[in-house]
């Protein structure tokens, strides 16, 4: 494969061809779809898509340039020397003179640099935290593929670089963190025990574990610093909800023996989780309430429930019609910013 140079002029043929990929014009967006196919096997193609993600002045090149750097990372990043096995055509076995499905074994080719390989590998989680949250995302997808092949043997260094990042001080550092910790380590929830997973899970845990419960008890503490702003709330509630999923995934496979010694601080702090009663936290839930009531009233199995006159005469006027009305707040939040508020419609947020 031919060598693409990391030049102003290749960012910009680049940043063409992704602006064509979104044109609705089947023979604009297909040619171009094809060039990419054809130019992805060359060296720095990559780093050319991430380079694009800090240098283009385009949003929405940027968007692309990650939805199509995760895509290439999913559909190549491979372990090197692995091999492909498939079953061709019937045919008679020598060895049990049956009728069996034939073995084929192929080599995969390396489709990706190994120069290429170890500059993603040491850019990428940066990158990926420095982002706006739409391409956090995909580059947090796309550290969790390579995670998958590479974490630990090859990419020793991840965990270090990710938990250094706790001390930022800035959530939305945090939470690509956080978000990325979680789709490299939801897997130990299905995997079947060996002593390569415990000896995987040991090492994550002395390097994160003492990390993540510093940064719950720091994180529970803010709740209570910000209780009256709805804005920081939902961030900080993000972040709590993330470290949940982490530690639930830690402590699937065996409670470890650093979260049964730290047991108190976890529980303690949960609980006060679960009996938290704070008003700017429930915009969601009477949308999740109603959401509920309805799925519990299409099942025939509690039909009975809803038979009653008044039970239904309670929920229309208590249930449906007050979040059918437009309140004086709706208004006003309307005509101070009707984009959010349109939005938060869509999303399906109930009226309090």
């Known amino acids: 494969?031919?060598?693409?140079?990391?030049?102003?002029?290749?960012?910009?043929?680049?940043?063409?061809?992704?602006?064509?990929?979104?044109?609705?014009?089947?023979?604009?967006?297909?040619?171009?779809?094809k060039f990419l196919e054809t130019v992805e096997g060359s060296q720095n193609y990559p780093l050319l898509l991430l380079t694009l993600l800090e240098k283009s002045q385009e949003n929405v090149i940027k968007v692309c340039?990650?939805?199509?750097?995760?895509?290439?990372?999913k559909r190549n990043w491979r372990i090197v020397g692995i091999r492909s096995i498939f079953y061709s055509d019937l045919s008679v076995c020598v060895n049990c003179n049956l009728w069996c499905?034939?073995?084929?074994?192929?080599?995969?080719?390396?489709?990706?640099f190994e120069s290429d390989r170890i500059a993603i590998k040491a850019?990428?989680?940066?990158?990926?935290?420095?982002?706006p949250e739409q391409i956090q995302k995909q580059l947090s997808d796309a550290i969790s593929i390579i995670g998958r092949e590479d974490f630990p043997q090859k990419w020793p260094d991840l965990l270090t670089e990710m938990v250094n990042r706790f001390q930022s001080g800035d959530f939305h550092v945090i939470n690509g963190v956080l978000r990325t910790a979680h789709s490299l380590f939801k897997r130990y929830r299905h995997e079947f025990k060996s002593n390569e997973l415990w000896t995987e899970i040991k090492l994550v845990l002395d390097a994160f574990a003492l990390p993540l419960t510093?940064?719950?008890?720091?994180?529970?503490?803010?709740?209570?610093?910000?209780?009256?702003?709805?804005?920081?709330?939902k961030v900080l509630f993000s972040s709590l909800i993330l470290i949940a999923k982490l530690f639930y995934s830690l402590n699937f496979q065996d409670l470890p023996e650093f979260f049964e010694d730290n047991m108190e601080t976890w529980m303690t702090n949960f609980h006060s989780l679960l009996t938290l009663?704070?008003?700017?936290?429930?915009?969601?839930?009477?949308?999740?309430?109603?959401?509920?009531?309805?799925?519990?009233?299409?099942?025939?199995?509690?039909?009975?429930?809803?038979?009653?006159?008044?039970?239904?005469?309670?929920?229309?006027?208590?249930?449906?019609?007050?979040?059918m009305e437009f309140r004086a707040a709706d208004e006003e939040a309307f005509e101070d910013n009707s984009e959010e508020y349109i939005r938060r419609d869509l999303e399906g947020s109930g009226n309090p």
Do not use: G, W
């Open 101 to 112: 499905k034939v073995l084929h074994v192929e080599d995969e080719p390396n489709k990706i």
């Open 65 to 73: 340039a990650s939805v199509t750097f995760k895509n290439y990372i």
């Open 214 to 233: 510093n940064l719950f008890k720091a994180t529970i503490d803010l709740c209570s610093t910000h209780a009256n702003d709805a804005s920081a709330l």
């Open 123 to 131: 850019n990428i989680v940066p990158l990926m935290l420095s982002s």
């Open 277 to 323: 009663d704070n008003k700017l936290l429930q915009t969601d839930l009477v949308s999740n309430a109603i959401q509920f009531l309805a799925s519990v009233c299409e099942r025939p199995h509690y039909k009975h429930l809803f038979e009653d006159q008044n039970t239904l005469t309670s929920i229309c006027e208590k249930v449906i019609v007050p979040n």
């Open 1 to 33: 494969s031919a060598k693409m140079e990391l030049s102003d002029a290749n960012l910009q043929t680049l940043t063409e061809y992704l602006k064509k990929t979104l044109d609705p014009d089947p023979a604009i967006r297909r040619p171009a779809e």
